[in-house]
């Protein structure tokens, strides 16, 4: 069964430097999604992206956040100057049609701890 | 986005049918209903959607009142591996966000 694939699965990085998160959606999604779930709180909504670019984002999407689909295949999710506060499991997700009508994949995480 | 509410934990017994209960008043007329759960930290999964008809498939059966201001997720042999945090989610019909509340904790109990 396809499934959408996350990688690191674990990254651990200094405050204020740069994160680049991995992810490879299912080959015919063209819909893509960035989560988060800080330890012990709700999974939160990021971002989300079609035809090469944002379509919706959260207040927690601010300018240290950036999404890219470089090659066709791979959709990154950078952290320009990590803070304290961005250690979470970030989820990526993708779906053929638009989220309000049909179904979210996702991978299994990568978890960025910050120190 | 439709609000939804949820009892924010439940027990079920181990081979019972688990029954998770959705209040979604303000849901529109072409809203759908979700359902995905979150078992321990993995990415949520996808359990079943529907707009106005019961629906069920392999993993659940969504009952959706007629008026649709409530839903309710049945599991009908609840397993120790459905332990898991259970999101009913109402998307707005436009845009393409999709927001997760904080859900029911599902324990099946031995």
């Known amino acids: 069964e396809p499934e959408v694939t996350q990688t690191p699965s674990h990254q651990v990085t200094q405050m204020g430097q740069e994160v680049i998160l991995r992810c490879v959606p299912i080959s015919n999604h063209l819909y893509f999604y960035w989560y988060r779930q800080i330890l012990g709180q709700k999974v939160e909504f990021l971002v989300s992206f079609y035809n090469n670019e944002i379509s919706e984002k959260s207040e927690i999407f601010d300018d240290q956040f950036s999404v890219e689909r470089p090659d066709g295949s791979n959709f990154t999710l950078k952290i320009r100057s990590t803070k304290l506060e961005d250690s979470a499991m970030y989820f990526c997700a993708s779906s053929l049609v638009r989220a309000n009508t049909g179904e979210l994949f996702f991978g299994e995480g990568s978890r960025l701890t910050v120190l | 986005d439709a609000k939804t509410t949820q009892p924010p934990s439940m027990d079920c017994a181990e081979g019972r049918a688990a029954n998770l209960p959705c209040n979604h008043s303000t849901i529109s007329g072409n809203e759908y209903v979700y359902w995905y759960r979150q078992i321990h930290s993995q990415g949520p999964q996808y359990i079943i959607h529907g707009l106005k008809n019961n629906e069920t498939n392999e993993m659940a059966s969504l009952i959706i009142t007629e008026d649709r201001k409530s839903s309710t997720l049945i599991l009908p042999h609840a397993t120790l591996r459905d332990t898991a945090v259970y999101y009913c989610?109402?998307?707005?019909?436009?845009?393409?966000?999709?927001?997760f509340g904080t859900g029911t904790s599902l324990t099946v109990i031995p």
């Open positions: 989610i109402v998307p707005p019909y436009t845009g393409n966000q999709f927001y």
